[in-house]
């Protein structure tokens, strides 16, 4: 291609489709979605030019239907992930030599096949794989992969342009923006289509190689992931992807030592575990590897005295209800006054009565399953903690069944004690808690807010008083990465509301900006004189 040609894209987002009854994207994604489900897929290994199929594999369940088998996926072993790492390295010097508007391009092209021929196949793996509904898949799976991967080019291009000063016409000064020596280690999640496909991209378009291992929960839409990027023209290796064990894999990845950085999405545990490992075995990398994490969180709502109660109850539903909890930036625990309490509990009792919890193809429901048994298990143990302890009571929900599916109704848990388990402990699942406080005690209670959770990812400040914003915004500075004002605390879009909490919720790098891109290059400055001095003595010596 021209480089002369190259177009970098407009900063705006992909547009949501809203599958109304008998539109043409509702046809195409049931159709889809159906063939799917009824398909028997295998998902390979990715390894340099090869697609591996292992003798060992796994069945891919639908957590709505878990008996229900709708393909397999392939399980390494050590020479797998070793071989995938030397693919990359071989091959990191063709990429990283790259034009970097021939690297776009490829992106942008992904980008294009997902927003157009791939978007009801991406959106319904991730609906049958990770049981989101339809709109869940489509603000995920199509538009904010879509947007990772074409507002990420438009930020590389301004990083690029970033150059330092030059004075007068005898000395040019100039930053590279190298690439990272060696290989970059991709950990990606269940609940995100698009972070394992951006965890993997935003590396590789600034001209790195990668190591990408995706959670077993999400194998059916990574493959999909593969194909688009497969198809858009990315070299074979740049992306290399193995499933299988995380530890095996992450045990060989971080005892090489072409190791150069690992970006990665999940629990607090596991990523403290990979800081841990990369500190014990600092001695033997290149260089010192990046280190980019967005962990766990237990996210919060504030509502003020003068906050709207259906304001608060709704952004109560939405932020701690939607995909069934499983997000990151999900309302956890939530804070209200005693003056409104009654209020929005009827609120609250209204809108979730009409909620129903199914398959995703049903349409009609808001819900559906949990991702897995562990996690079922996890979240029943919190609900009956809540239901035998003498400082919590459920208000709502609490049922729970996983005879066909792992299902959980929407639960709201009211405690008497701010330090309650379910207010302190990241639940990940449809599960809220509810603390009353007295009204003139509401600035108190953002100290408390503040002081309970070792995370600090999302949070939500509910208001009509504009000096009480002012005060939450500074007494809550540390607390949330994202803040939310008069809005539920998840939602985050690309290239509006860059995502990254702090504290045990992770490195804050901010997904969705130039801050992320930036952790994947290590610039160097070349300075060329034109006019050399030819004798070592300065004008003052004379």
């Known amino acids: 291609m021209k480089h002369s040609t190259f177009k970098v894209p407009e900063l705006k987002n992909e547009e949501i489709k809203d599958y109304l009854k008998n539109s043409n994207e509702r046809k195409d994604v049931v159709e889809t979605y159906n063939s799917m489900y009824n398909q028997n ?28 088998i709708v393909g397999s996926y392939s399980v390494c072993n050590s020479n797998h992930v070793k071989n995938a790492i030397k693919c990359a390295l071989e091959i990191k010097d063709q990429w990283t030599n790259t034009p970097w508007e021939e690297r776009a391009a490829i992106f942008l092209k992904a980008a294009e096949l997902i927003a157009g021929p791939y978007r009801s196949k991406i959106n319904a793996a991730t609906m049958i ?54 290989f970059v280690y991709a950990i990606t999640p269940f609940n995100f289509t698009a972070i394992g496909g951006n965890l993997c991209a935003s590396a590789a378009l600034m001209g790195n190689v990668i190591l990408w291992k995706p959670s077993d929960h999400q194998t059916y839409s990574a493959k ?28 060989i990845a971080l005892n090489n030592t072409n190791l150069s950085g690992i970006h990665f999405t999940g629990s607090t545990d596991v990523f403290k575990q990979l800081w841990s490992k990369v500190g014990s075995n600092i001695h033997l990398y290149k ?49 209200i006054p005693k003056s409104k309490s009654i209020e929005i509990f009827e609120n609250l009792k209204e809108q979730i009565s009409s909620i129903t919890l199914g398959s995703p193809i049903d ?22 903690l809540a239901k035998n302890d003498k400082e919590s009571e459920i208000l709502i929900g609490g049922d729970y069944d996983d005879s066909k599916g792992y299902f959980i109704s929407p639960t709201v848990i009211l405690t008497t004690n701010p330090k309650f388990t379910t207010m302190q402990e990241e639940i990940f699942g449809p599960v809220v808690t509810i603390y009353v406080y007295a009204d003139e005690k509401w600035k108190e209670t953002l100290t408390m807010v503040d002081q309970t959770s070792i995370y600090a990812l999302t949070g939500a400040f509910i208001s009509q ?78």
């Open 41 to 68: 897929i295998k998902v390979p290994l990715y390894i340099g030019d090869e697609e591996i199929y292992t003798e060992e594999r796994k069945n891919i369940n639908p957590p709505h239907d878990h008996q229900k």
């Open 129 to 182: 794989g990770q049981s989101k509904t339809i709109f869940q898949a489509e603000i995920d799976a199509a538009c904010e992969l879509v947007d990772f991967l074409k507002l990420n080019v438009v930020y590389m291009s301004e990083i690029y342009k970033e150059q330092p000063i030059t004075v007068g016409k005898e000395v040019s000064n100039k930053l590279e923006y190298r690439p990272l020596e060696g």
């Open 224 to 251: 999909v992931i593969m194909d688009v990027f497969n198809e858009a023209g990315l070299p074979k290796g740049v992306i290399n992807m193995v499933t299988g064990d995380p530890v095996l894999v992450t045990d």
């Open 287 to 335: 260089d010192y590897p990046r280190i980019v994490g967005e962990t766990g969180g237990k996210d919060f709502i504030v509502s003020h005295p003068t906050a709207d109660s259906r304001v608060v109850s709704t952004a109560i539903v939405r932020g701690a209800f939607e995909y069934q909890g499983q997000k990151c930036s999900a309302a956890s625990r939530v804070y």
């Open 363 to 384: 349409f009609e429901h808001f819900m559906t399953a949990v991702i897995h048994k562990g996690s079922f298990d996890k979240i029943v143990t919190y609900i009956e």
């Open 465 to 542: 008083d504009k000096e009480s914003v002012k005060y939450a915004l500074r007494h809550l500075r540390y607390s949330a990465g994202n803040f939310y004002i008069n809005d539920k605390p998840s939602g985050a879009v690309v290239g509006q509301q860059p995502f990254g909490g702090s504290r045990a919720s992770g490195t804050n790098d901010k997904a969705g900006s130039k801050l992320n891109l930036l952790r994947w290059v290590s610039p160097r400055l070349i300075k060329e004189n034109f006019n050399p001095p030819t004798e070592y003595p300065y004008p003052y010596m004379e």
